[in-house]
């Protein structure tokens, strides 16, 4: 793969000459996740994530995708916790297709079937589920990994289709969340965007029509609804690290730390 997508390190594409006696062994949990501070989320998706995520619109490129914020500061996430295992009872589709992944090609529309090398739970011992029988051909749980992974590209295009209406309408504006911790210290987290609300009680009321018809009225309120649980964010970052919220009369506690929540 010529880019690397945040949780993968070695994606290479799946074939029999390499991969013939490799399996899958499940179980090994989250830690690839343990350093991502946002992932893309699908439109399909917003019912179940909006429970439990806040759920913003981050610049990719030149569009802006879905994503959920998973922590307060690069490089952290707090979901998952110390013994790899995920803090939350909805887990993004993103995360979950992991060690696999489509590549494309230049001209955008052969897929490759790939997988992350550096995945820990890829091993040639034959523990857990096998990518190929000792024929050389794909197992059935390569199948079902596959088909996931093209509904999941449908569900990419039909998000992508959403956020190029919202965008149309003018309803994304760029926002921050910022917390006051314990203390009074402060952190932001900026750098994504968000429906203005004003923006959209303003669109004629036959757009509204158009927007609940489709059910993308409804993905927009799941969107502001679940912007509450930035407080999530902030009681997540106090469990983990207590300190951050104690009184700290050292210079660098009076900063305002900064950071960016973007998909990359």
Same mark, same amino acid.
């Given at each position: 793969m010529?880019?690397? #997508?945040?949780?993968y390190e070695t994606a290479v594409p799946v074939s029999s000459e390499r991969h013939r006696k490799h399996a899958i062994e499940p179980d090994k949990g989250y830690g690839f996740a343990r350093r991502i501070h946002t992932v893309p989320l699908t439109a399909v998706?917003?019912? #179940?994530?909006?429970?439990?995520?806040?759920?913003?619109f981050a610049q990719n490129g030149e569009e802006v995708v879905p994503a959920v914020v998973l922590g307060a500061r690069a490089g952290e996430n707090l979901y998952v916790?110390?013994?790899?295992?995920?803090?939350?009872r909805y887990i993004p589709a993103f995360v979950r297709r992991y060690p696999f992944v489509f590549s494309t090609r230049d001209d955008g529309q052969a897929f490759m079937l790939c997988v992350d090398e550096a995945c820990q739970g890829l091993n040639d011992e034959g523990r857990g589920?096998? #990518?190929?029988?000792?024929e050389g051909k794909q197992t059935a749980y390569v199948d079902n990994v596959v088909r996931f992974l093209q509904e999941y590209r449908t569900q990419f295009?039909?998000?992508r289709a959403f956020c190029k209406k919202l965008a149309e309408l003018k309803l994304l504006q760029p926002v921050q969340a910022e917390f006051t911790l314990a203390g009074g210290r402060k952190m932001s987290l900026n750098g994504f965007h968000a429906i203005d609300r004003k923006q959209l009680k303003a669109l004629p009321a036959e757009t509204l029509s158009q927007l609940a018809g489709t059910d993308e009225l409804e993905l927009i309120y799941l969107h502001l609804q679940s912007?509450?649980?930035f407080a999530s964010v902030k009681d997540r970052l106090m469990l983990a690290q207590p300190e951050a919220g104690?009184?700290?009369?050292?210079?660098?506690?009076?900063e305002r730390e900064r950071t960016a929540a973007v998909v990359h």
């Open positions: 010529s880019t690397q #997508l945040l949780i998706e917003f019912p #179940l994530a909006a429970a439990e995520y806040a759920i913003v916790k110390d013994d790899a295992s995920w803090n939350a589920q096998r #990518l190929f029988d000792d295009i039909r998000t912007m509450r649980n104690a009184a700290d009369t050292a210079p660098a506690a009076e």
